[in-house]
Nanobody, 126 residues
Framework: QVQLVESGGGLVQAGGSLRLSCQAS????????MGWFRQAPGKEREFVAA???????NYANSVKGRFTISRDNAKNTLYPQMNSLNPEDTAVYYC????????????????????WGQGTQVTVSS
């Protein structure tokens, strides 16, 4: 069983930066794949970024070059550093964990993940 708690969301102006955190418990972050998804009002949940157990990462095209996913295994915490934010990034951001042996491609899909956090709201004003 893995518990995930996100924090760090809030309101930021376009062009600004924000760093979310996802505190994991129940399993060490070094032993699981982790990812970030987001869901804007009226839209489907979409993949943002993922990092696997051996520190390989993958990003959605919409955030590539602006977001960086990282993990501090000593703190059992996952981060996305989000730069150059724009109003289209406004959404509830969810942290997710997968205990299965999936490829990076599969980790871009929500179905690959066993555990989810409760989500944290990010609002980017224009």
């Amino acid at each position: 069983q893995v518990q995930l708690v996100e924090s760090g969301g809030g309101l930021v102006q376009a062009g600004g930066s924000l760093r979310l955190s996802c505190q994991a418990s129940g399993r060490t972050t070094s032993s699981i794949h982790m990812g970030w998804f987001r869901q804007a009002p009226g839209k489907e949940r979409e993949f943002v970024a993922a990092i696997n157990r051996i520190e390989r990462s993958n990003y959605a095209n919409s955030v590539k070059g602006r977001f960086t996913i990282s993990r501090d295994n000593a703190k059992n915490t996952l981060y996305p550093q989000m730069n150059s934010l724009n109003p289209e990034d406004t959404a509830v951001y969810y942290c997710a964990a997968s205990t299965k042996l999936y490829t990076m491609m599969v980790l871009t899909t929500a179905a690959a993940y066993d555990y989810w956090g409760q989500g944290t709201q990010v609002t980017v004003s224009s």
